[in-house]
């Protein structure tokens, strides 16, 4: 089987993986995901293995040796952190040497996260994927360790049938979680549509969100944005990964709101997309 670590506790680290997935073609029964994410509902396809954010890097090594064994492992796609959160990785790639390993990049505070991260270690990667531009520091890294690299769109090719959420014109804030970037979110939109009382805001998100000005209306229930962008009037989102590439089409109506993430530049991002 194919083993895929995904460290990151947001819905997107798992997307972002899906549609990995499907890009490779690779059969979603000859997966399993090692992630500690809640997340992992929205995904009834997929095996997982789930890590307990609180445990110790032994612990979390010998969960992913034991996935390793007991699933007959070939090859392992390490999401966004090379080395895991806690440099839990090295010591899995010098012990598995049969296993091919293969790093999927988006942009990361590379300088940092190696600070952070990094430890002494002789490895490669058979493959990287890399989905978007990157900090030099990090592509060059990326050359000195990869067999192969190569540069693959995941972006949506085809769009569903479009859904519209209210029969009242409204403005859309996507952001799955938490709550305090929803909030931000609903407040710019606000802002922005303050001579459009007429306007609702509908909000998807995956956490429980209330809001007392009467013109949001938060929808909880829905799982993927693709079918509820055309008949928007404005979007506003974060600037995570997922979100940004899969509105590619809509970059005339959105408003892309940058926050400040421990790894993740969304305002490296911006500046590239805009």
Not at 15 to 36: F, G, M, Q, S, Y
Not at 187 to 212: C, R, S, W
């Amino acid at each position: 089987m194919i083993c895929f670590y995904v460290q990151g506790g947001g819905l997107g680290h798992l997307a972002r993986v899906e549609k990995v997935i499907r890009h490779l073609n690779i059969d979603e029964d000859n997966v399993v995901i090692i992630t500690p994410s809640s997340f992992s509902k929205h995904f009834p396809q997929f095996e997982f293995v789930q890590l307990r954010w609180n445990d110790s890097v032994e612990i979390w090594q010998k969960q992913i040796s034991d996935t390793f064994h007991n699933y007959l492992i070939t090859a392992c796609y390490v999401d966004v952190f090379p080395f895991g959160i806690k440099a839990e990785l090295p010591s899995i790639y010098e012990a598995f040497e049969n296993i091919s390993f293969h790093y999927i990049a988006r942009i990361l505070k590379w300088e940092f996260y190696k600070s952070e991260c990094i430890s002494a270690i002789n490895f490669h990667f058979k493959s990287t994927l890399v989905l978007e531009r990157l900090y030099e520091t990090h592509k060059i890294w990326i050359q000195r360790i990869s067999e192969e690299i190569i540069y693959i769109d995941i972006a949506p090719q085809t769009m569903p049938k479009q859904i519209r959420l209210h029969e009242k014109p409204y403005s859309l804030v996507i952001h799955s979680g938490g709550i305090k970037a929803v909030e931000k979110l609903c407040d710019l939109a606000i802002g922005n549509t303050a001579e459009k009382p007429n306007e609702l805001i509908a909000v998807i998100t995956q956490v429980p969100f209330k809001h007392v000005n009467p013109r949001i209306i938060t929808h909880t229930g829905l799982f993927g944005i693709l079918p509820y962008l055309h008949f928007a009037e404005h979007i506003y989102t974060a600037a995570g990964f997922n979100t940004v590439n899969e509105l590619k089409n809509y970059r005339a109506k959105h408003t892309i709101f940058p926050f400040d993430k421990l790894y993740d530049d969304q305002f490296l991002r911006v500046k590239q997309v805009l």
